[in-house]
């Protein structure tokens, strides 16, 4: 058997020893010095294959506590410590674990000191870090020390995953790329998802489907929608009769087989198992890795289970409450909303109206924390946070946290806008002024920076915090120092540059607007600048808003003497179901400052909006692309319609709902210069600027 370093001409014996029903306790062997001594060396070559016997067994027999605890032992043998660990919980799970809970918890702790020897970027020791420059925002990849070891080369760029694979964007496309920079996955997908279970999801023109660590898809057709996998499984759907039909819910399994075939009205995650599924109105079954039936119910709606519960309703205007796995009712339905149990705890809602009474019960249906809350977030690691209402007449403008133990105890006062999940006994919280860590007492965790403005935190090392603040990412060590910052000036062509202002007024309120410096001419320069400001909504904002907007911008074209800022925004009402973004262009001549419209590039008389106009309902009509334009809504460009230019290209762009669905951002459309040269001013101003 050959180790990480190749055959060594010694042989190795597996004995499969015999246990009880069709389990084995596996060992692998080689002699020496006069006895078999273990092997480990050999361990991840040959112990997969002890996986996939054990995978089979727990498939067949998934109540079978000896299956699960020798799938957990085989996965940490083969170096797969994420299996390992959800198969030593399910094992854990059950009421006489096997072979024990002492040896199930030692096995446990081996299979963690494993996660962080092996695990998450603290391994690669790279974090995606973005440049602004002259073609936009670029990412790459900093060392712990700030040094850029990836250059800034993609449009978009993620952290880096167990396997020391990172999905990256370039093009419009995304990626895979290992931490050479070679690529694993070539950027051709419209998305890829993180790698869950070594497996992830890709969207490409055929629509979802379902890939290996190595990039191969590994589904026999593309599907309208693939879930991550879970469990080893991933819920998939296919609609009969086009957009408009009915679809069907089934599962692959991590070949990418129809392991139970697309059969469901609806279907749930698989979990130690389990999953909980649709079959029609009024009928929820509970099914096993296979699609076998182990309990079906007669109930309008029924939830995704946890800790051996699942929520319910018994009719369609009905109150939830919680069945065991049988269809016992176990805690009557009282509540207008119940979310799963965990770790013996469930938030549910018991207000009558329109505003919320959240509260958090036990097993036996009591109240650990009183129904009297506008949010309740379980934050992992026996901890809750308590939202109360910022307006308890306007509940939907959001809450004020406190931290709560697994009892009930509140830990802290109601200080925190925003709290994450905990990880490492960490939380990271923003008030309206500062963003810190907090411990598990609910109280700043002592040794940490704070940070001026509000976002969050991640300790991806032990002495290296990320952080997003102020919409705006940095590396910073324990001190407080800056490692690594996104830089706040563009340089252009000498002498020109673009410098990053903030203008933060109010907590709802954050605008980065840019302005020019290197101008000859200051009056201008000056009052270029004046204008970006007005333009990128720069202005006084009382203490109190009943809605957030935040700016940023790009260069977005830059040749010769122009320079062509993307000034972007987004308005959100508070209660909102979505904002509305806004996007608008500054199109500048840095020499006397002119900032152009659409006639500047056109001859003078000459009829550019009904040749444009003809121009993109052409388009509209004839592109199968542009088939989501709303009918008979266009009715051509206004003299100053909004666009940008490139090079060779001007570009005429909408807003959202004005043409298209809000799904559809910014329905925009390319006209070459070469399709409109006779009515291009080519002695003009505007074209001269970039076409010297």
Known sequence: MPSPAGKDGIAEIALWIHDTGDAYRVEVLRWKNGIFVPAPDV???????????????????????????????????????????????????????????????????????????????????????????????????????????????YDDARDFQESGLAIVGLNGKYGIIDISTNYVVQPVYEMISPFSERRAIVIDGQGFKLIDETGTVLTKQAYPFISNMQDGRSVFYVTNGGN?????????????????????????????????????????ALIGRDGRKLATYPYTYVGPHGDGLLAFKREAAGKYGYIDEHGTVVIPPTYTSAFPFHDGRAVVNAAEDYKSNYGVINKQGMFVVKPEYNDIRDLGDERLALGRAVDPEQPFLGSKYAIADWKGTVLSEFLYQDVSNFQDDLASVSDTKQTYFIDRSGKPAPGFPRFTGTGSLTLVQKDLIKAFIDQRLSYINRDGVVIWGQNTVIPLKSPYLVKEEKYKPNPDYLVYNPQVEGMTDKAAQQMV?????????????????????????EVAFYKQKLLELELNGYHYPSGAAHGMPTKTYAIINLVNGHMYTLKDLFKPGSDYVKELSSIVGKQIKEDPQYSYVFPGS??????????????????????????????AGFPTFTVPFEQIRGIVNTDGEFWKSFHA
């Open 43 to 153: 361990y991840r070559y040959y112990f997969p294959t002890v996986v996939r016997y054990y995978e089979q067994m727990t498939q067949q027999h998934p109540d079978y506590s000896f299956y699960w605890y020798y799938l957990a032992d085989a996965q940490y043998r083969a170096g797969m410590p994420q299996e390992a660990l959800a198969s030593v919980h399910k094992a854990l799970s059950f009421d006489q674990p096997y072979p024990s809970r002492e040896r199930l918890l030692e096995l446990e702790r081996n299979i963690r000191q494993m996660l962080e020897i092996i695990g998450m970027p603290r391994v690669v020791g790279l974090f995606p870090a973005s440049v602004k420059t002259t073609e936009g925002v670029k990412w790459g990849y900093i060392n712990n020390r700030g040094k850029m070891e990836i250059r800034p080369l």
């Open 244 to 284: 408009g039909g009915t679809s069907r819910y089934g599962y692959l399994d991590s070949q990418g087989n129809e392991i139970i075939s697309a059969q469901y009205e609806e279907a749930n995650d698989f979990e130690n198992g389990r999953a909980v599924v649709k079959i029609k109105d009024n009928e929820y």
């Open 529 to 553: 600048n004046s204008k970006l400001k007005e333009m990128s909504q720069v202005k006084p904002i009382p203490g109190k808003l009943d809605y957030s907007y935040s700016g940023d911008f």
């Open 634 to 663: 266009y009715t051509g460009i206004r003299p100053d319609h909004p666009f940008f230019v490139t090079e060779n290209a001007i570009h005429l762009y909408f807003s959202p709902y004005e043409i298209a669905p809000y799904a």
